[in-house]
């Protein structure tokens, strides 16, 4: 199984991944929340993790919640997987504000 890493980063938070082939799909799980999403093509995982943290930080936030607090961290096999990883590089990402690192096992 391939595994790969991004850290996506904010002005406030640093969100990080841990991004993985299963089923014939790619999957893209946050570690310090427990969110995941998938998509076909591992290139739209970025853009994706981003608009569903971003949505539910909105959505959070219109409920008068902080951002993401009633997430708990990702289990401890995705951290394992993010720790066994080695970097690849830098992938370039358009949305403004994030930034992306890539690594793979």
Same mark, same amino acid.
């Given at each position: 199984?391939?595994?790969?890493?991004?850290?996506? #980063?904010?002005? /406030?938070?640093?969100?990080?991944?841990?991004? *993985?082939?299963?089923? =014939?799909?790619?999957?893209?799980?946050?570690?310090?929340? /427990?969110?995941?999403?998938?998509?076909?093509?591992?290139?739209?995982?970025?853009?994706?993790?981003?608009?569903?943290?971003?949505?539910?930080?909105?959505?959070?936030? +219109?409920?008068g919640?902080?951002?993401?607090?009633? *997430?708990?961290? +990702?289990? #401890?096999?995705?951290?394992r997987?993010?720790?066994?990883?080695?970097?690849?590089?830098t992938?370039?990402h /358009? /949305?403004? =504000?994030? +930034?992306?690192?890539?690594?793979?096992?």
């Amino acid at each position: 199984m391939m595994m790969t890493v991004r850290a996506m #980063e904010t002005a /406030d938070t640093t969100f990080r991944a841990v991004i *993985f082939f299963d089923r =014939g799909w790619w999957v893209a799980q946050c570690l310090e929340v /427990d969110i995941c999403v998938a998509a076909r093509r591992r290139e739209a995982l970025p853009k994706k993790m981003a608009r569903q943290l971003r949505g539910q930080a909105a959505l959070d936030v +219109s409920r008068g919640k902080r951002p993401l607090e009633s *997430f708990p961290r +990702s289990p #401890e096999r995705f951290w394992r997987m993010y720790s066994e990883a080695q970097p690849l590089g830098t992938t370039p990402h /358009d /949305d403004k =504000g994030l +930034s992306f690192l890539e690594a793979s096992k």
